[in-house]
């Protein structure tokens, strides 16, 4: 579990701006995708 990892290896601060950043990363790909797929 790579979360899982995270949590342990890092502060929990730094776990949640990993998190945040990652949610970030995804939704953005995620409207790229919505983006190509109906243009």
Excluded: C, D, P
Aim: hydrophobic fraction near 50%; charge should be negative.
């Amino acid at each position: 579990m790579l979360l899982y990892y995270l949590l342990l290896g890092e502060t929990h601060f730094t776990h949640l701006h990993t998190l945040k950043v990652v949610t970030i990363e995804l939704l953005v790909a995620n409207a790229a995708l919505s983006e190509t797929k109906y243009n």
